[in-house]
Protein backbone atom coordinates (compact mmCIF):
# COMPACT_ATOMS: atom_id res chain seq x y z
CA UNK A 1 0.00 0.00 0.00
CA UNK A 2 2.55 2.42 1.37
CA UNK A 3 4.51 1.40 -1.73
CA UNK A 4 1.84 2.27 -3.88
CA UNK A 5 1.32 5.95 -2.22
CA UNK A 6 4.94 6.23 -2.95
CA UNK A 7 4.79 4.88 -6.55
CA UNK A 8 1.87 7.36 -7.34
CA UNK A 9 3.94 10.09 -6.23
CA UNK A 10 6.69 9.55 -8.04
CA UNK A 11 4.49 8.87 -11.26
CA UNK A 12 2.45 11.84 -10.84
CA UNK A 13 5.68 14.25 -9.90
CA UNK A 14 7.20 12.59 -12.66
CA UNK A 15 3.80 13.62 -15.59
CA UNK A 16 3.89 17.39 -13.43
CA UNK A 17 7.87 17.72 -13.97
CA UNK A 18 7.36 16.50 -18.25
CA UNK A 19 4.34 18.81 -18.20
CA UNK A 20 6.69 22.02 -16.79
CA UNK A 21 9.12 20.73 -19.03
CA UNK A 22 6.60 20.45 -22.07
CA UNK A 23 5.66 23.70 -21.48
CA UNK A 24 8.91 24.76 -21.99
CA UNK A 25 9.62 23.16 -24.68
CA UNK A 26 6.84 24.70 -26.84
CA UNK A 27 7.79 25.65 -29.95
CA UNK A 28 7.04 29.34 -30.67
CA UNK A 29 5.54 28.75 -34.16
CA UNK A 30 5.32 32.33 -35.99
CA UNK A 31 5.03 31.74 -39.42
CA UNK A 32 6.71 34.80 -41.00
CA UNK A 33 5.90 35.99 -43.85
CA UNK A 34 8.82 38.13 -45.85
CA UNK A 35 6.70 40.82 -47.38
CA UNK A 36 7.50 44.22 -49.62
CA UNK A 37 9.97 46.49 -47.38
CA UNK A 38 10.64 47.52 -44.49
CA UNK A 39 11.27 50.87 -43.19
CA UNK A 40 13.95 51.32 -41.02
CA UNK A 41 12.02 50.93 -37.68
CA UNK A 42 16.03 49.97 -35.98
CA UNK A 43 17.06 53.45 -35.71
CA UNK A 44 13.94 55.45 -35.12
CA UNK A 45 14.09 56.40 -32.06
CA UNK A 46 17.53 58.08 -31.24
CA UNK A 47 18.54 58.45 -35.06
CA UNK A 48 16.33 60.78 -36.76
CA UNK A 49 16.57 59.43 -40.02
CA UNK A 50 15.59 56.33 -42.21
CA UNK A 51 16.09 54.82 -45.25
CA UNK A 52 13.00 52.91 -47.55
CA UNK A 53 13.75 50.63 -50.31
CA UNK A 54 10.88 49.86 -52.55
CA UNK A 55 11.71 47.28 -55.94
CA UNK A 56 9.38 47.08 -58.31
CA UNK A 57 9.04 43.56 -59.72
CA UNK A 58 8.04 42.61 -63.16
CA UNK A 59 5.33 40.78 -63.50
CA UNK A 60 7.25 37.35 -64.11
CA UNK A 61 8.89 37.78 -60.31
CA UNK A 62 5.44 38.59 -59.02
CA UNK A 63 3.96 35.39 -60.39
CA UNK A 64 6.92 33.39 -59.06
CA UNK A 65 6.13 35.07 -55.43
CA UNK A 66 2.97 34.19 -55.09
CA UNK A 67 3.76 30.59 -56.56
CA UNK A 68 6.21 30.60 -53.74
CA UNK A 69 3.95 31.74 -51.32
CA UNK A 70 0.68 29.45 -52.45
CA UNK A 71 3.49 26.30 -51.65
CA UNK A 72 3.94 28.00 -48.09
CA UNK A 73 1.29 28.19 -47.29
CA UNK A 74 1.03 24.25 -47.18
CA UNK A 75 3.80 23.49 -45.28
CA UNK A 76 3.29 22.27 -41.65
CA UNK A 77 5.13 25.07 -39.65
CA UNK A 78 4.76 23.48 -36.44
CA UNK A 79 8.20 21.60 -34.96
CA UNK A 80 9.75 20.78 -31.64
CA UNK A 81 12.66 21.07 -29.44
CA UNK A 82 13.67 21.24 -25.96
CA UNK A 83 12.99 24.10 -23.87
CA UNK A 84 13.34 25.99 -27.23
CA UNK A 85 11.10 27.79 -29.00
CA UNK A 86 10.92 27.76 -32.57
CA UNK A 87 8.56 30.94 -34.52
CA UNK A 88 9.35 29.42 -38.61
CA UNK A 89 9.42 32.01 -40.37
CA UNK A 90 7.70 33.09 -43.81
CA UNK A 91 9.82 34.46 -46.44
CA UNK A 92 7.98 35.78 -49.51
CA UNK A 93 10.80 38.66 -50.73
CA UNK A 94 14.02 38.75 -49.18
CA UNK A 95 12.60 41.65 -47.35
CA UNK A 96 10.96 41.48 -43.96
CA UNK A 97 9.94 38.55 -42.19
CA UNK A 98 7.32 38.44 -40.09
CA UNK A 99 5.46 35.88 -37.83
CA UNK A 100 2.06 35.97 -35.46
CA UNK A 101 1.06 36.28 -32.56
CA UNK A 102 -2.13 36.80 -30.61
CA UNK A 103 -3.35 39.49 -28.07
CA UNK A 104 -6.00 39.56 -25.50
CA UNK A 105 -9.24 37.78 -24.34
CA UNK A 106 -10.80 36.54 -26.66
CA UNK A 107 -7.83 36.73 -28.88
CA UNK A 108 -6.74 39.12 -31.79
CA UNK A 109 -4.27 37.49 -34.55
CA UNK A 110 -1.48 39.57 -36.08
CA UNK A 111 1.12 39.26 -38.18
CA UNK A 112 4.60 41.06 -36.53
CA UNK A 113 8.01 41.80 -37.66
CA UNK A 114 10.51 40.50 -35.04
CA UNK A 115 12.80 43.41 -34.95
CA UNK A 116 16.03 43.25 -33.07
CA UNK A 117 16.51 47.08 -33.92
CA UNK A 118 13.86 47.89 -31.34
CA UNK A 119 12.26 47.33 -28.24
CA UNK A 120 8.69 48.21 -28.04
CA UNK A 121 6.12 45.57 -29.32
CA UNK A 122 2.85 47.29 -31.46
CA UNK A 123 -0.09 47.28 -32.89
CA UNK A 124 -2.17 49.73 -34.53
CA UNK A 125 -6.00 50.54 -33.23
CA UNK A 126 -8.70 50.13 -35.68
CA UNK A 127 -8.90 54.87 -35.55
CA UNK A 128 -5.70 54.53 -36.91
CA UNK A 129 -6.61 55.21 -40.36
CA UNK A 130 -3.44 56.20 -41.32
CA UNK A 131 -2.20 53.09 -40.19
CA UNK A 132 -5.02 51.35 -42.63
CA UNK A 133 -3.32 53.86 -45.73
CA UNK A 134 0.04 52.20 -44.66
CA UNK A 135 -0.70 48.81 -45.32
CA UNK A 136 -1.55 47.64 -41.93
CA UNK A 137 -4.69 44.89 -42.37
CA UNK A 138 -5.57 43.73 -39.25
CA UNK A 139 -6.14 46.00 -35.63
CA UNK A 140 -6.40 46.09 -31.98
CA UNK A 141 -9.40 46.38 -30.62
CA UNK A 142 -8.66 47.33 -26.47
CA UNK A 143 -12.41 47.09 -25.87
CA UNK A 144 -12.91 43.87 -27.17
CA UNK A 145 -10.58 42.14 -24.62
CA UNK A 146 -11.60 41.47 -21.43
CA UNK A 147 -7.67 41.67 -20.78
CA UNK A 148 -6.75 45.00 -21.85
CA UNK A 149 -5.77 47.85 -20.10
CA UNK A 150 -4.74 51.17 -21.42
CA UNK A 151 -2.41 53.59 -19.31
CA UNK A 152 -2.75 56.81 -19.18
CA UNK A 153 0.14 57.37 -21.43
CA UNK A 154 1.00 58.68 -24.72
CA UNK A 155 3.96 58.14 -27.03
CA UNK A 156 5.53 59.93 -30.20
CA UNK A 157 7.99 57.52 -31.81
CA UNK A 158 10.44 59.20 -34.94
CA UNK A 159 10.97 57.46 -38.09
CA UNK A 160 12.85 59.21 -40.71
CA UNK A 161 10.37 58.16 -43.14
CA UNK A 162 7.11 59.21 -41.13
CA UNK A 163 6.21 59.65 -37.43
CA UNK A 164 3.45 57.50 -34.99
CA UNK A 165 1.81 58.36 -32.28
CA UNK A 166 1.20 55.68 -30.06
CA UNK A 167 -0.88 54.81 -26.30
CA UNK A 168 0.39 52.63 -23.91
CA UNK A 169 -1.35 49.74 -22.97
CA UNK A 170 -1.04 46.34 -20.66
CA UNK A 171 -2.71 43.08 -22.55
CA UNK A 172 -1.45 39.09 -22.46
CA UNK A 173 0.62 38.17 -25.53
CA UNK A 174 0.64 34.86 -26.84
CA UNK A 175 3.32 33.89 -29.20
CA UNK A 176 2.73 30.58 -30.50
CA UNK A 177 2.08 28.56 -27.34
CA UNK A 178 3.91 31.01 -24.47
CA UNK A 179 1.74 33.34 -23.01
CA UNK A 180 2.89 36.83 -21.90
CA UNK A 181 1.09 38.11 -19.18
CA UNK A 182 0.73 41.89 -18.66
CA UNK A 183 3.12 43.04 -21.50
CA UNK A 184 3.22 46.66 -21.80
CA UNK A 185 2.95 47.70 -25.07
CA UNK A 186 1.74 50.49 -27.80
CA UNK A 187 -1.27 50.92 -29.48
CA UNK A 188 -0.81 52.84 -32.53
CA UNK A 189 -3.26 56.29 -33.55
CA UNK A 190 -1.56 58.01 -36.30
CA UNK A 191 1.13 56.66 -38.79
CA UNK A 192 1.91 58.98 -40.85
CA UNK A 193 4.42 59.40 -43.93
CA UNK A 194 4.65 55.84 -43.64
CA UNK A 195 4.20 54.01 -46.39
CA UNK A 196 3.66 50.05 -47.26
CA UNK A 197 4.22 48.56 -43.74
CA UNK A 198 3.29 44.88 -44.75
CA UNK A 199 2.61 43.64 -41.62
CA UNK A 200 0.45 44.16 -38.75
CA UNK A 201 2.58 45.50 -36.00
CA UNK A 202 6.07 45.05 -34.76
CA UNK A 203 7.61 43.00 -32.16
CA UNK A 204 10.97 44.27 -30.12
CA UNK A 205 13.59 42.22 -29.66
CA UNK A 206 16.27 45.13 -28.25
CA UNK A 207 16.92 46.12 -25.02
CA UNK A 208 14.68 48.04 -22.46
CA UNK A 209 17.02 51.14 -23.17
CA UNK A 210 15.34 51.51 -26.39
CA UNK A 211 11.62 51.01 -24.70
CA UNK A 212 12.14 53.68 -21.56
CA UNK A 213 12.55 50.71 -19.18
CA UNK A 214 9.50 48.65 -19.63
CA UNK A 215 10.58 45.39 -19.87
CA UNK A 216 10.42 43.89 -23.57
CA UNK A 217 8.95 40.47 -24.57
CA UNK A 218 12.19 38.54 -24.04
CA UNK A 219 12.68 39.83 -20.41
CA UNK A 220 8.28 39.19 -19.68
CA UNK A 221 9.28 35.62 -21.47
CA UNK A 222 12.42 35.47 -18.82
CA UNK A 223 10.95 36.49 -15.88
CA UNK A 224 7.40 34.80 -16.72
CA UNK A 225 9.79 31.34 -17.00
CA UNK A 226 8.76 30.63 -20.41
CA UNK A 227 12.67 30.66 -21.28
CA UNK A 228 15.40 29.33 -19.60
CA UNK A 229 17.88 32.13 -20.58
CA UNK A 230 17.39 35.69 -22.59
CA UNK A 231 18.04 33.86 -25.66
CA UNK A 232 17.22 33.93 -29.16
CA UNK A 233 18.18 32.73 -32.47
CA UNK A 234 17.28 33.77 -36.06
CA UNK A 235 17.33 31.45 -38.96
CA UNK A 236 16.32 32.92 -42.40
CA UNK A 237 16.35 31.48 -45.43
CA UNK A 238 14.70 32.10 -49.23
CA UNK A 239 14.03 28.39 -49.67
CA UNK A 240 10.70 27.85 -49.61
CA UNK A 241 9.90 24.92 -50.50
CA UNK A 242 12.59 22.27 -48.69
CA UNK A 243 11.21 22.17 -45.32
CA UNK A 244 13.61 21.64 -42.96
CA UNK A 245 15.29 24.96 -44.32
CA UNK A 246 12.30 27.20 -43.17
CA UNK A 247 12.78 30.11 -41.40
CA UNK A 248 12.95 30.95 -37.89
CA UNK A 249 12.87 32.80 -34.74
CA UNK A 250 14.09 30.34 -31.80
CA UNK A 251 13.18 31.50 -28.19
CA UNK A 252 15.33 30.74 -25.48
CA UNK A 253 18.69 29.21 -27.20
CA UNK A 254 19.99 28.24 -30.45
CA UNK A 255 20.05 25.20 -32.53
CA UNK A 256 22.78 23.80 -33.27
CA UNK A 257 21.51 21.48 -36.24
CA UNK A 258 20.98 24.67 -38.48
CA UNK A 259 24.78 25.49 -38.61
CA UNK A 260 27.27 24.31 -40.94
CA UNK A 261 29.11 21.64 -39.16
CA UNK A 262 31.85 22.68 -40.99
CA UNK A 263 31.64 25.74 -39.22
CA UNK A 264 31.79 27.06 -35.82
CA UNK A 265 29.94 29.70 -33.76
CA UNK A 266 32.14 33.15 -33.18
CA UNK A 267 30.75 35.16 -30.56
CA UNK A 268 31.56 39.04 -30.31
CA UNK A 269 30.92 41.63 -27.47
CA UNK A 270 28.09 44.01 -28.05
CA UNK A 271 29.70 47.56 -27.67
CA UNK A 272 26.33 49.60 -27.24
CA UNK A 273 23.69 49.46 -25.13
CA UNK A 274 20.70 50.55 -27.09
CA UNK A 275 21.49 48.38 -30.02
CA UNK A 276 22.59 44.92 -30.60
CA UNK A 277 25.82 46.44 -31.94
CA UNK A 278 29.36 44.52 -32.81
CA UNK A 279 32.86 46.15 -33.60
CA UNK A 280 33.36 45.45 -37.63
CA UNK A 281 37.21 45.17 -38.01
CA UNK A 282 37.13 45.97 -41.91
CA UNK A 283 34.42 45.58 -45.15
CA UNK A 284 36.71 44.62 -48.41
CA UNK A 285 35.43 43.87 -52.20
CA UNK A 286 37.47 40.63 -52.76
CA UNK A 287 38.06 38.88 -55.94
CA UNK A 288 37.13 35.32 -56.36
CA UNK A 289 40.35 34.18 -56.49
CA UNK A 290 41.43 36.20 -53.41
CA UNK A 291 44.34 38.19 -54.80
CA UNK A 292 42.77 41.21 -55.64
CA UNK A 293 41.49 43.11 -51.59
CA UNK A 294 39.88 46.77 -51.30
CA UNK A 295 38.98 47.44 -47.85
CA UNK A 296 37.96 49.85 -45.64
CA UNK A 297 39.03 49.27 -42.48
CA UNK A 298 38.43 50.65 -38.55
CA UNK A 299 41.35 52.56 -36.84
CA UNK A 300 42.74 48.78 -35.00
CA UNK A 301 41.28 45.83 -36.83
CA UNK A 302 41.55 42.57 -34.69
CA UNK A 303 41.62 41.20 -37.81
CA UNK A 304 44.00 42.87 -40.52
CA UNK A 305 44.65 42.19 -44.24
CA UNK A 306 47.11 42.33 -46.92
CA UNK A 307 45.90 45.12 -49.60
CA UNK A 308 47.58 47.30 -52.38
CA UNK A 309 45.11 49.83 -51.14
CA UNK A 310 42.83 50.48 -48.54
CA UNK A 311 41.16 53.39 -46.49
CA UNK A 312 39.88 53.65 -43.13
CA UNK A 313 36.55 53.05 -42.15
CA UNK A 314 34.33 56.01 -40.59
CA UNK A 315 32.11 53.52 -38.28
CA UNK A 316 33.04 49.80 -37.19
CA UNK A 317 29.96 50.01 -35.19
CA UNK A 318 27.71 47.49 -37.08
CA UNK A 319 24.29 46.82 -35.89
CA UNK A 320 23.16 43.81 -36.31
CA UNK A 321 19.29 44.11 -37.22
CA UNK A 322 16.47 41.85 -38.74
CA UNK A 323 14.50 44.48 -38.91
CA UNK A 324 16.43 45.89 -42.14
CA UNK A 325 16.28 43.82 -45.21
CA UNK A 326 19.75 44.39 -46.61
CA UNK A 327 23.14 45.73 -45.79
CA UNK A 328 23.07 49.03 -45.51
CA UNK A 329 26.46 51.28 -44.30
CA UNK A 330 27.30 54.10 -43.44
CA UNK A 331 26.97 56.59 -46.53
CA UNK A 332 30.49 58.11 -46.49
CA UNK A 333 31.84 54.41 -46.10
CA UNK A 334 29.40 53.46 -48.32
CA UNK A 335 30.52 55.70 -51.06
CA UNK A 336 34.20 54.92 -51.18
CA UNK A 337 33.76 51.21 -50.67
CA UNK A 338 30.86 51.33 -54.18
CA UNK A 339 34.56 53.33 -55.78
CA UNK A 340 36.57 50.68 -55.18
CA UNK A 341 34.45 48.38 -57.57
CA UNK A 342 35.96 50.27 -59.83
CA UNK A 343 39.44 48.63 -59.56
CA UNK A 344 37.36 44.88 -60.49
CA UNK A 345 36.46 46.68 -63.90
CA UNK A 346 32.60 47.57 -62.60
CA UNK A 347 31.05 51.36 -63.19
CA UNK A 348 28.07 52.59 -59.83
CA UNK A 349 26.24 54.88 -59.54
CA UNK A 350 22.85 56.17 -57.39
CA UNK A 351 19.76 54.31 -59.24
CA UNK A 352 17.40 56.97 -60.85
CA UNK A 353 14.40 54.84 -60.40
CA UNK A 354 14.87 53.42 -57.49
CA UNK A 355 15.96 55.52 -54.50
CA UNK A 356 18.38 55.02 -52.32
CA UNK A 357 19.34 51.88 -54.44
CA UNK A 358 23.01 51.48 -56.18
CA UNK A 359 22.97 50.62 -59.85
CA UNK A 360 25.72 49.30 -61.80
CA UNK A 361 26.73 48.93 -65.42
CA UNK A 362 28.16 45.33 -65.24
CA UNK A 363 25.15 42.84 -65.66
CA UNK A 364 27.37 39.51 -65.53
CA UNK A 365 27.41 38.51 -61.74
CA UNK A 366 30.64 36.42 -62.63
CA UNK A 367 32.50 40.04 -62.89
CA UNK A 368 31.81 40.55 -59.55
CA UNK A 369 34.02 40.46 -56.28
CA UNK A 370 33.00 38.88 -52.82
CA UNK A 371 32.13 41.31 -50.45
CA UNK A 372 33.49 40.09 -46.97
CA UNK A 373 33.03 41.86 -43.42
CA UNK A 374 35.41 40.72 -40.23
CA UNK A 375 33.62 41.32 -37.32
CA UNK A 376 35.69 41.20 -34.07
CA UNK A 377 38.34 39.17 -35.51
CA UNK A 378 36.59 36.76 -38.26
CA UNK A 379 36.03 37.08 -42.13
CA UNK A 380 32.45 36.73 -43.16
CA UNK A 381 32.03 36.12 -46.85
CA UNK A 382 29.11 37.56 -49.00
CA UNK A 383 29.23 36.29 -52.43
CA UNK A 384 27.89 38.32 -55.03
CA UNK A 385 24.68 36.20 -55.82
CA UNK A 386 23.53 37.25 -52.46
CA UNK A 387 24.38 41.53 -52.46
CA UNK A 388 23.02 41.39 -55.96
CA UNK A 389 19.75 42.24 -57.73
CA UNK A 390 20.37 41.56 -61.44
CA UNK A 391 18.42 42.19 -64.57
CA UNK A 392 19.79 42.12 -68.15
CA UNK A 393 21.23 45.14 -68.35
CA UNK A 394 22.83 45.75 -65.19
CA UNK A 395 22.88 45.46 -61.72
CA UNK A 396 21.74 46.43 -57.51
CA UNK A 397 23.62 46.49 -54.76
CA UNK A 398 21.88 45.33 -51.80
CA UNK A 399 24.20 47.16 -49.79
CA UNK A 400 22.61 50.60 -49.38
CA UNK A 401 23.99 53.81 -48.39
CA UNK A 402 22.80 55.27 -44.51
CA UNK A 403 23.12 58.92 -43.50
CA UNK A 404 23.70 57.74 -40.22
CA UNK A 405 26.78 57.01 -38.47
CA UNK A 406 26.26 53.66 -38.58
CA UNK A 407 26.26 50.75 -40.48
CA UNK A 408 23.73 47.68 -40.28
CA UNK A 409 23.65 43.88 -41.24
CA UNK A 410 20.52 42.90 -42.15
CA UNK A 411 18.28 39.75 -43.00
CA UNK A 412 20.87 39.88 -46.42
CA UNK A 413 23.76 38.98 -43.70
CA UNK A 414 21.67 36.81 -41.41
CA UNK A 415 20.26 34.73 -44.32
CA UNK A 416 24.32 33.69 -44.59
CA UNK A 417 24.64 33.25 -40.87
CA UNK A 418 22.64 32.00 -38.21
CA UNK A 419 22.27 34.94 -35.58
CA UNK A 420 22.27 34.20 -32.15
CA UNK A 421 21.41 37.12 -29.74
CA UNK A 422 22.38 36.37 -26.07
CA UNK A 423 21.05 39.47 -23.62
CA UNK A 424 21.97 38.09 -20.18
CA UNK A 425 25.86 40.06 -19.54
CA UNK A 426 28.10 40.02 -20.68
CA UNK A 427 26.02 40.65 -24.20
CA UNK A 428 27.22 38.53 -27.41
CA UNK A 429 26.33 37.77 -30.36
CA UNK A 430 26.93 34.82 -32.19
CA UNK A 431 27.47 33.40 -35.82
CA UNK A 432 27.89 30.38 -37.81
CA UNK A 433 27.28 29.44 -41.59
CA UNK A 434 23.52 28.16 -42.21
CA UNK A 435 23.40 24.70 -42.85
CA UNK A 436 23.32 23.68 -46.24
CA UNK A 437 20.87 21.51 -47.62
C1 LIG B 1 -1.05 40.59 -14.38
O1 LIG B 1 -1.97 41.54 -13.89
C2 LIG B 1 -3.03 40.97 -13.14
C3 LIG B 1 -4.00 42.07 -12.80
O2 LIG B 1 -3.35 43.20 -12.29
C4 LIG B 1 -2.45 40.28 -11.91
O3 LIG B 1 -3.49 39.67 -11.16
C5 LIG B 1 -1.44 39.22 -12.34
O4 LIG B 1 -0.83 38.64 -11.23
C6 LIG B 1 -0.39 39.83 -13.25
N1 LIG B 1 0.47 38.77 -13.75
C7 LIG B 1 1.80 38.88 -13.82
C8 LIG B 1 2.53 37.69 -14.28
O5 LIG B 1 2.39 39.90 -13.52
Not at 5 to 27: G, P, T
Not at 112 to 127: C, E, I, P, Q, R
Not at 367 to 392: A, D, H, M, V
Request: hydrophobic letters at 35%.
Amino acid sequence: MHIKVILFAILISFIFSRKIRLRKSNLMHIPLIQKGQRVQDAIKQTLDSDIKISFKLSSEEQEFIKNQNLLLDHLDRLQYAFQIAYIPLRNSYNAQYFGQIELGQPEQHFEVLFDTGSSYTWVASSDCHTCKKAGVKHFFDCEASNSCNYLNKKIKLQYGTGKAEAQFMIENLKIASFLIQNQTMLILDELTELKKFEGDGLAGLGFDTLSDGYPTLIDNLFTQNQIEKKEFSIYLTDEYIKQNSQSKLILGGKLDNLGDHNDQWHYCDVINNRYWAIQGDHVSFVSKDGKKRRSLKSIQPIHNTLDEKSDILFTSLFVIDSGTSLIVLYEKDHQRLVEYLKDFGIECYDSIQYQGITECDQANIDEYPNFEISLCGKLFTIPPEKYLLCSFFQCYLMIAPFDQRVSILGDLFIREYYTHFIQESPRKIGFIKTVQN
